[in-house]
């Protein structure tokens, strides 16, 4: 008995280990905008998605005004900037954002980060800096490292363009209720 235990418990702890190793790519941000409500938030990041994205009707996955969410599933291309085997994983990042909004205050979250190469595809994105173990067939750890480090870069990159430009929007005051005209 004393011996199934010890086993349990050894088995727990190592494979909480290997779960604890690895963390998915994401950006999470609360702001407070003050004196705004959550109706008022919720209406100006709609505002936001439609100007940020090109087509938000494609964009946009769920829109809920009554418990102020937005969950939008957006792309951005990607390129390796070096010549050798950039056609292979030329592509796009897929990525999820969720915005909700609540009485002084919205919350951002980009997430789920996926990587769809023409030929090499590195699939979900995490904040690992360093490759351990290559990912393709064919390639050398050094190139996938490279690549690796270029769709990080590409990622955080998009990630601080789209919450600079939200918190541009979300600051912007209703001018329309004004009453000193």
């Not at 959550?38 to 829109?63: G, T």
């Not at 951002?108 to 090499?120: A, R, S, V």
Request: glycine share 4%.
């Amino acid at each position: 008995m004393r011996k199934t235990l010890l086993f349990i418990a050894a088995s727990i702890i190592t494979l909480s280990s290997f779960a604890q190793g690895t963390t998915i790519l994401r950006y999470v941000e609360v702001v407070p905008v003050e004196g705004a409500s959550a109706d008022a938030l919720y209406d100006r990041a709609e505002v936001w998605v439609s100007q940020a994205f090109q087509n938000p009707a494609k964009v946009m996955k769920y829109q809920n005004k009554e418990n102020h969410q937005l969950i939008l599933n957006p792309l951005t291309q990607f390129n390796f900037s070096k010549f050798i085997g950039s056609e292979g994983v030329k592509g796009t990042i897929e990525y999820t954002i969720k915005i909700n909004t609540r009485e002084g205050r919205y919350r951002i979250e980009i997430t789920d980060c996926y990587h769809h190469g023409k030929l090499y595809s590195f699939g979900l994105l995490t904040s690992d800096s360093v490759l351990t173990e290559k990912k393709l067939r064919g390639t050398t750890l050094k190139w996938e490292q490279n690549v690796w480090t270029e769709l990080l870069s590409t990622m955080r990159k998009e990630m601080l363009l789209l919450t600079s430009s939200l918190k541009n929007t979300m600051m912007i005051k209703d001018e329309s209720r004004s009453e000193d005209w």
